[in-house]
């Protein structure tokens, strides 16, 4: 397949890891926030706790937490960082059937935390609508209203230590 004004493949540099060896380790954290749209019916479950699977937001603080120190076996070209700590927040919007999550990463290194912490919040979002798809399925078992939302960095810092 040729793409109009694309280089050729062969000319193309091949795929690897950003060299970061020469960049000064510094105190990095990185905050994700995104939501998951659900229905009225699965937001009853989750208040009353009926959710069949057990507790949404435990179970999606775990596989957050989870996705967070395995980012470099899901995105390829993520170094693998040390977790200082990894944090999961959750707030609920009952009016319009939102959950919102906040997933922060804080690491000491040389390269920084965002992708870590999208990684979590994907995967803690994605964790709940598994948990409550039966109460999202329309009659014909699809999803018409179940949507993640406005997944993003809210913020990001970097700092040096004066003993580097």
């Given at each position: 397949?040729?793409?109009?004004?694309?280089?050729?493949?062969?000319?193309?540099?091949?795929?690897?890891?950003?060299?970061?060896?020469?960049?000064?380790?510094?105190?990095?954290?990185?905050?994700?926030?995104?939501?998951?749209?659900?229905?009225?019916?699965?937001?009853?479950?989750?208040?009353?706790?009926?959710?069949?699977?057990?507790?949404?937001?435990?179970?999606?603080?775990?596989?957050?937490?989870?996705?967070?120190?395995?980012?470099?076996?899901?995105?390829?070209?993520?170094?693998?960082?040390?977790?200082?700590?990894?944090?999961?927040?959750?707030?609920?919007?009952?009016?319009?059937?939102?959950?919102?999550?906040?997933?922060?990463?804080?690491?000491?290194?040389?390269?920084?935390?965002?992708?870590?912490?999208?990684?979590?919040?994907?995967?803690?979002?994605?964790?709940?609508?598994?948990?409550?798809?039966?109460?999202?399925?329309?009659?014909?078992?699809?999803y018409p209203s179940t949507k993640i939302l406005d997944m993003r960095i809210d913020d990001k810092q970097k700092s040096y230590s004066s003993d580097d």
């Open positions: 397949m040729d793409v109009a004004g694309s280089e050729d493949l062969a000319e193309q540099p091949s795929i690897g890891i950003v060299d970061i060896g020469d960049k000064p380790d510094a105190d990095r954290r990185a905050i994700a926030i995104g939501c998951l749209q659900i229905t009225k019916d699965s937001m009853e479950h989750i208040l009353l706790r009926t959710v069949a699977k057990g507790d949404v937001f435990e179970a999606g603080k775990i596989a957050g937490i989870l996705a967070v120190k395995a980012t470099p076996m899901t995105l390829p070209h993520c170094h693998p960082i040390p977790i200082d700590a990894a944090h999961i927040e959750w707030s609920i919007d009952e009016v319009r059937c939102v959950i919102e999550c906040s997933v922060s990463v804080r690491t000491r290194g040389r390269t920084g935390a965002e992708m870590d912490a999208l990684n979590g919040l994907s995967a803690a979002l994605l964790c709940i609508w598994d948990m409550v798809k039966p109460y999202e399925k329309n009659e014909n078992g699809q």
